[in-house]
Each structure stands twice: as C-alpha cells, then as structure tokens.
C-alpha cells in the first residue's frame, strides 16, 4: 500500500502519512469491513482516494499561497523608484503588528521554508487550521500595506 501512495503522492513521507490515516480510517470502521465482498479491495480504494484528496487539498492550499504571496510582494510595486529596502522595512512593520500565532507561522513559511504539513506538526494545529492563519495574515498584510501605499 505504501508503494501505491508514494506513486501518486511522490513523497515517501505523505506516503506513510496516507497509508497511516488509511489504517486509522479502516480501524475506525472495522465492523463493517467483515460485512464487505472485498475488504481489500476496499482498503486499496480508500487509500487511493485519500491520496487524490491530499493532491488537490495542495493544490488548492497551494494556489491560495501563490495568490496572496505575489499580492504581498509585488502588490502596486511597479515604480523604480519605490525602494525595496523601504519595501521590506514596510513588510516587516505590517507583520510586527499580526497576533503572534499569525506571525509565527510567517516565519516558519518563510523564513525558515517550513510545509504546511511541518507547521501544523510543529505548532499542534490542523493543517487547515494553518492554512487558515495563512489566509487571515495574507489579508491582514494586504491590507496593511495597501493602506500604506
């Protein structure tokens, strides 16, 4: 099962991640395997729709990420004459002022180049819950700096 994960996932550690929540999954509803024609094909099947799911759970996350990142960074910067040290200077100003929790998974996108899956591990919230605070700072700092502009 773990072979068929990493094939579709191509990353050996989603891979023992979705074979892991597979199990639990199965485990979870073990009453009910006895009861089926084919268990095993069963188990095949959910793990590979699993494994679908947290492609397009990434793509999404991603697309989100990409969004926001280059509304951040790029955000009505077209000027030469606009400096980067006093865009960055602005960027760091607007972050100071997030909620810590908000700031803390900022610098461990960014500046420590941490996945999303690495954060939650890291801080014990969901992956969607991390990707929420994503989203909330994105805003926050959107508005922050177009304000300023």
């Known amino acids: 099962m773990r072979r068929m994960a990493a094939a579709i996932l ?3 550690d989603l891979a023992n991640d979705a074979v892991q929540e597979t199990f639990v999954r199965l485990w979870r509803m073990r009453w009910r395997l006895g009861l089926m024609k084919d268990p095993q094909g069963f188990s095949i099947r959910s793990l590979h729709n699993y494994c679908i799911d ?5 793509k999404q996350r991603q697309k989100i990420i990409d969004a926001a990142s280059s509304e951040i960074y790029i ?3 077209e000027d030469d004459s606009y400096d980067t040290e006093q865009r960055y200077k602005q960027l760091e100003q607007a972050i100071a ?3 810590k929790q908000q700031q803390q998974i900022i610098e461990m996108k960014y500046i420590k180049q941490m996945t999303i899956h ?3 591990q890291q801080t014990s919230l969901s992956e969607t819950n991390v990707s929420t605070l994503l989203s909330r700072a994105y805003a926050t700092l959107r508005s922050k700096l177009t304000s300023e502009n």
């Open 75 to 77: 955000h009505q910067y």
């Open 54 to 58: 947290m492609l397009r759970r990434d």
């Open 118 to 120: 690495e954060i939650a």
């Open 10 to 12: 191509h990353d050996d």
């Open 97 to 99: 002022l997030l909620p």
